[in-house]
């Protein structure tokens, strides 16, 4: 006697995870991902601020907040300041700067060592603090490198710590 197989329900999850995996193998030549950069749930966010008010950061630099309050997908690195793109989309970045009064921080985004757009901070004959922030939306391949990069010709003078300069950013 002969018998035919059950309904194939209970492998169906199974069959599915499967799939998935194939056309993940399929969407990168097959080649594997073993950075674990891309988060469980594919959403790529990040926001970090500083430990420490920056004074006197030389023209050209990153500007390295090293405290992450959230990583998913993993692409900031807290110790360079720098977000790697862990898939390719369009991302939208922010960052802002609280400067000391009679102090300046002119920053700019950067996009692989190019720049994006611009903010100033600037108190000169302020009598007070003054923030300033800037925002870019960007389209970026897989492994692009975004940081905020202090402006060329100017030494970033003062940025305030904690919870009054950060720098953000998330994939659409």
């Not at 100017?154 to 305030?160: D, K, P, S, V």
């Amino acid at each position: 006697m002969v018998t035919g197989h059950k309904s194939c329900s209970r492998n169906a999850g199974l069959m599915k995870s499967i799939q998935y995996q194939l056309k993940l193998v399929e969407d990168n030549d097959g080649k594997c991902d073993c950075t674990g950069r891309v988060s469980e749930s594919g959403k790529v966010a990040f926001m970090a601020k500083n430990s420490a008010t920056l004074e006197n950061v030389p023209a050209k630099s990153a500007v390295a907040y090293n405290t992450v309050i959230t990583n998913l997908g993993n692409g900031f690195d807290k110790s360079t300041g720098i977000f790697t793109a862990p898939s390719n989309g369009v991302y939208i970045f922010s960052w802002t700067v609280l400067t000391h009064a009679g102090k300046y921080f002119y920053t700019y985004l950067s996009l692989n060592g190019n720049l994006i757009t611009r903010n100033y901070a600037g108190a000169k004959g302020v009598a007070d603090h003054i923030s300033s922030s800037q925002n870019a939306v960007l389209e970026l391949k897989r492994d692009d490198k975004v940081f905020v990069k202090v402006q060329d010709g100017y030494t970033g003078q003062y940025m305030f710590n904690n919870d009054w300069s950060s720098f953000s950013g998330y994939k659409l």
